[in-house]
């Protein structure tokens, strides 16, 4: 696998890692609190962590997924990105 396409993997590992994790905490900081802005929080972070694991899976699933399908669910699920920037907005938004 080429140098590029290694830390493609590495880096969406780490984005799906780090933001599971951090909605993972944020679902739990909502269940104590019940604040509307930790469910929304949680939202977002679960965004960036589906992306990253789309990114991720990209290249395990070449064999098995026609390459077409697989670009453009890549290339398409920027738009979690933009949900969870928005996600991230609305909380700081929010009374």
Same mark, same amino acid.
């Given at each position: 696998?080429?140098?590029? =396409? !290694?830390?493609? =993997?590495?880096?969406?590992?780490?984005?799906?890692?780090? /933001?599971? %994790?951090?909605?993972?905490?944020?679902?739990? %900081?909502?269940?104590? &609190?019940?604040?509307?802005?930790?469910?929304?929080?949680? /939202?977002?972070?679960?965004?960036?962590?589906?992306?990253? !694991?789309?990114?991720?899976?990209?290249?395990?699933? !070449?064999?098995?997924?026609?390459? %077409?399908?697989? &670009?453009?669910?890549?290339?398409?699920? /920027?738009?979690?990105? !933009?949900?969870?920037?928005?996600?991230?907005?609305? %909380?700081?938004?929010?009374?």
């Amino acid at each position: 696998m080429p140098l590029a =396409q !290694l830390l493609e =993997q590495y880096v969406s590992l780490g984005i799906f890692l780090v /933001a599971a %994790a951090l909605s993972t905490l944020s679902y739990l %900081a909502w269940r104590r &609190e019940r604040d509307r802005r930790m469910g929304i929080v949680t /939202a977002g972070y679960a965004m960036f962590a589906l992306y990253g !694991l789309i990114v991720f899976l990209e290249y395990p699933l !070449l064999p098995y997924v026609p390459y %077409a399908t697989l &670009e453009l669910l890549e290339h398409g699920s /920027a738009v979690l990105i !933009l949900g969870g920037l928005i996600a991230f907005f609305l %909380a700081l938004t929010r009374d």
